[in-house]
């Protein structure tokens, strides 16, 4: 039987199969509707050209009954018989999943040629928000290489990539309202890499290479913290107006904008508003952790300006956790990071109708070490152990955060943070394999999950990985071979 990652809700497996030799895929007249006929094909090694004599895989949007009652978007049935295969689904995003689905499926039979196994699937997520967040700016990663890490989300039936696309050691996307921005604080990162940025356009082009797969992009500007690339590229930002150093380092906390200088609300206003303009997508994120040299008050009164801001702007707010200390609006998504701090702050957001997203620091952290002899990974000392993939599998987003009810929770969300993460073999090591196991965790009903099942289905997905030349960890539990 071929294995799955994440597992559907549903499977079911019958007898016989279906050869792709000679297979044609049909599917309704819409522009998007024929995109997806040929990412199809292209996904199952199909030619180019349909021959009408042969079997047939044929996408169909009719509204297909989700498993369980499940009213997502994404949901998906797929049938495959000796005869021909059939995927339905309610929305094209749904034909996506499904046709991701049917990839997985090809394996060869006893003659060696290959075929899709006979199977019923009918799966829907259970979470719409299933994230990676990616930190381009403590090194910078050009367009190429996050284009491959898409089409590895792709694969795992992601939905969001959030983009850490600021920081203290650079700013990584231009604007025209702000240039010296990128012009300044474009170069160098942590050590002594030549850093870089996206243009506007390349940010363009890789928010549609993303949305051709199904996967929408957040940007991040993190304010009022992690601000040193801004106020070296514009000294008004801070006290006394003088830019501050560049900074290669790997601490955290040190730099702020200040909300009482009178260059910062136009500074805010300028850079939200021409993200807002260039993003596809419906969120933007705002940042806001680890402040540690302003008050509280100034703090939350940033927050509040900077949400104003956005929503101005036509975009809805993600923050990491700490906004949670402001008087946020009713919507606001806050994003659970620090595993050590008291979640008290989270309760009382969510009473006030902000949404969860769930990236637990000792879970879905992808930079931290594997295991205590893994030199390179990130470290935050004995208050956080290792991260070894079944760490990453073995959680339930329900349960995160004592007292949250599981309703008011959005999605899982991943994250990488690069300081230790120089090049992309390094970034795929820290990847893989732990990407698709918090992938499972938030596509997968939890009555269906269990790690030997994770364990026997993800070892399979190591030769497609050797095979388009990605690095991974091999994990221990999991038989690679
Ligand atoms: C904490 S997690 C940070 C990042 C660092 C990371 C290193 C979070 C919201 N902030 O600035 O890169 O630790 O693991």
Do not use: C
Not at 75 to 88: S, W
Not at 155 to 168: A, E, N
Not at 273 to 278: L, Q, S, T, V, Y
Request: aromatic content about 8%.
């Amino acid at each position: 039987m071929s294995s799955l990652v994440p597992l559907p809700a549903h499977v079911r497996t019958t007898d016989g199969s279906l050869p792709l030799a000679g297979l044609s895929v049909v599917a309704g007249p819409s522009d998007e509707e024929q995109r997806l006929a040929a990412v199809g094909r292209d996904l199952l090694g199909l030619a180019p050209a349909e021959s009408s004599e042969g079997a047939t895989l044929v996408l169909a949007l009719d509204g297909a009954a989700g498993p369980d009652g499940a009213r997502s978007p994404e949901r998906y049935t797929l049938e495959v018989t000796a005869a021909g295969a059939a995927l339905t689904a309610a929305t094209t995003e749904g034909l996506f999943r499904g046709l991701t689905t049917l990839a997985q499926l090809v394996t060869a039979d006893d003659e060696g040629r290959a075929v899709l196994p006979a199977v019923v699937v009918q799966d829907a997520p259970r979470y719409a928000w299933r994230g990676l967040s990616l930190d381009v700016a403590r090194h910078f990663f050009e367009p190429d290489v996050v284009e491959r890490v898409i089409d590895e989300m792709a694969r795992y039936k992601l939905s969001v990539l959030h983009l850490h696309l600021t920081d203290d050691q650079g700013w990584r996307l231009e604007l025209p309202s702000r240039p010296l921005l990128t012009e300044i604080s474009g170069k160098g990162e942590i050590g002594d890499g030549v850093g870089g940025f996206y243009t506007l356009d390349e940010f363009r082009r890789l928010q549609q290479y993303a949305a051709e797969r199904y996967v929408q992009v957040v940007p991040e500007f993190d304010m009022p913290g992690h601000t040193n690339a801004a106020t070296h590229a514009y000294g008004e930002l801070v006290p006394g107006g003088e830019p501050t150093a560049r900074f290669g380092g790997e601490e955290v906390g040190f730099s702020k904008l200040s909300l009482d200088l009178p260059e910062t609300e136009p500074f805010l206003r300028d850079v939200f508003g021409d993200i807002a303009a260039a993003t596809l997508g419906e969120y933007v994120h705002i940042g806001g952790d680890e402040v540690f040299t302003m008050g509280a008050d100034e703090y939350g009164r940033f927050v509040l300006l900077a949400h104003e801001v956005v929503t101005a702007a036509g975009k809805k707010v993600v923050g990491w956790q700490e906004i949670a200390e402001a008087e946020l609006p009713a919507g606001t998504v806050v994003q659970y990071w620090e595993v050590r701090k008291d979640t008290a702050p989270l309760r009382r957001a969510v009473a006030g109708g902000a949404k969860l997203l769930l990236s637990p620091a000792d879970r879905v952290y992808l930079d931290m070490k594997y295991d205590a002899d893994d030199a390179t990974g990130q470290d935050w000392g004995a208050s956080m152990p290792p991260v070894e993939l079944r760490d990453t599998y073995d959680w339930e987003p329900d349960a995160a955060v004592e007292g949250i009810d599981g309703d008011a929770v959005i999605g899982v969300e991943a994250a990488i943070w690069s300081e230790r993460i120089p090049d992309e073999d390094t970034l795929f090591m820290r990847l893989l394999p732990r990407l698709a196991a918090s992938a499972e965790v938030a596509w997968t009903p939890a009555s269906s999950r269990s790690w030997e099942g994770f364990a026997g289905r993800v070892a399979r997905e190591s030769a497609r990985w050797r095979e388009r030349g990605l690095t991974f960890h091999a994990s221990p539990g999991v038989d690679w071979a």
